[in-house]
């Protein structure tokens, strides 16, 4: 049990609550001071001298000069102002203008609308107080100076016998008067710990509120950071797609180029088919280039393509997912075929993730010059993604498509759940190297 008190209190917690930031008003001598603070000391002030305009005019007159009572709710109400600015102090004044008020304005102190702003006072010591042990310090010492309080009341005046006659009218009955000292003073005990308790809760939602906004700005931040490592992963596997494949072409006409330039003159028709080669190894050299910007392979021996989607779709998954392929599916080239596996395979990733969907399908139509490929589902759409930033998985989706040369669409359906578009071109290297050869006779046998 102490344990599990001191943990409540976070005695040895160094987090400190920043002062409340609001907007401020333009009054030059109190412009440090928020809006939301002097409205609640213009209430408080309001509320206790209508409740001591009752007391009075229900009893007819009241104890002492009417500029004790005044004084003392416009102190209150200053007491108030400064409530979240200087918690402790205003928490330990407003204990000594209980007690003092009790003596020189009692019908403000005494007053039920008063007692409620002092509790309020005493909940905003603990809950904005700056250092834990110091807060409840303050509190300890509120709490023993209203036990002097009631044992003053009860020793030095004759507050004593008139609650004797009104709850226990039994004259010397020291078991009587003991019991009606220990309720007051567990009245007092409930009404400042009470206080406290309720203000160091405020204190440790505040806490809980603020790290769970730095914990959100710090997966914000790596997020964006994984994002941005996953571009250059990607643009990094690309270059040594790139060197790898472009390096063998380029090799080939350095070689056929000095062939061509040392026969020149002496086996012209050897050099013109060191030319043509040259011509045709430049071409196919771009032709693969471009292809392989979405050829990111992290397994040269087994790549999955068009033929392995049927077994992807057939995996469990908690959507029900089809499966549509419409058009020549031999004409889509390896590499091709793998961005769109990888394509479909990510889009049913985040229909696992995101969407709740129960039915999703997967159509892939090879056309004359394009392969589109589509992955819709009957989830909840946009709203299942609102709260989320855009994943790793969806960059490199895009990342690949891009480097086809395609065009990738992502977004809500119009008749509900989500829609993963994309459009690649079919124009690859494998398919480019038959007809740069065919070309390339063409033009030899037009050229005079």
């Not at 229900?58 to 002492?64: D, S, V």
């Not at 292809?291 to 029900?320: T, W």
């Amino acid at each position: 049990m102490p344990a599990a008190i001191s943990e409540f209190m976070a005695l040895d917690d160094l987090w400190e609550r920043p002062a409340p930031v609001s907007r401020r008003i333009s009054v030059p001598v109190i412009g440090w001071l928020s809006t939301v603070d002097l409205v609640v000391a213009g209430v408080a002030i309001l509320a206790v001298g209508f409740g001591a305009w009752l007391q009075a005019s229900i009893a007819g007159a009241g104890p002492g000069p009417w500029w004790h009572q005044a004084i003392s709710i416009l102190t209150l109400g200053a007491i108030l102002c400064v409530r979240r600015r200087f918690p402790l102090t205003q928490g330990a004044l407003a204990s000594v203008h209980l007690l003092v008020g009790s003596y020189l304005s009692p019908w403000v102190s005494s007053n039920f609308l008063a007692q409620v702003f002092y509790f309020v006072s005493i909940h905003a010591a603990v809950a904005w107080g700056r250092s834990r042990r110091a807060a409840w310090g303050v509190i300890a010492a509120i709490e023993m100076m209203l036990m002097g309080w009631v044992a003053v009341i009860f020793s030095r005046t004759n507050s004593a016998q008139q609650i004797m006659q009104a709850v226990a009218p039994h004259d010397g009955d020291t078991r009587a008067m003991v019991l009606v000292v220990v309720l007051y003073a567990l009245i007092n005990s409930a009404f400042v710990l009470g206080a406290a308790a309720l203000g160091q809760v405020s204190w440790r939602e505040a806490r809980a509120l603020s790290r769970a906004t730095s914990q959100a700005a710090t997966i914000a931040a790596q997020d964006s950071r994984l994002a941005d490592q996953a571009v250059i992963a990607e643009r990094l596997r690309i270059a040594r797609e790139i060197h790898d494949s472009v390096s063998h072409h380029v090799s080939v006409i350095g070689i056929q180029a000095a062939g061509a330039r040392r026969v020149m003159q002496t086996a012209p028709d050897r050099a013109r088919e060191a030319l043509v080669a040259v011509e045709e190894e430049s071409r196919m050299a771009v032709a693969e280039m471009r292809s392989l910007l979405g050829s990111l392979r992290q397994d040269p021996v087994a790549d999955p393509g068009l033929g392995d989607l049927a077994a992807l779709c057939q995996e469990p998954h908690r959507a029900r997912v089809s499966l549509d392929v419409v058009g020549d599916a031999d004409r889509v080239a390896p590499s091709l075929g793998l961005t769109v596996y990888r394509i479909v395979q990510e889009a049913l990733t985040n229909v696992e993730k995101h969407s709740g969907a129960a039915h999703a399908h997967v159509a892939v139509r090879v056309g004359a010059a394009t392969a589109q490929v589509e992955v819709t589902d009957d989830g909840r759409g946009a709203s299942a993604r609102a709260s989320s930033s855009p994943g790793v998985g969806l960059i490199g989706m895009s990342e690949r498509v891009v480097a086809h040369r395609g065009i990738l669409e992502t977004g809500p359906r119009t008749t509900g759940g989500w829609r993963v578009l994309a459009h690649l071109p079919l124009m690859l290297a494998e398919e480019l190297r038959p007809m740069v050869r065919e070309k390339m006779v063409r033009q030899e046998g037009e050229t005079p």
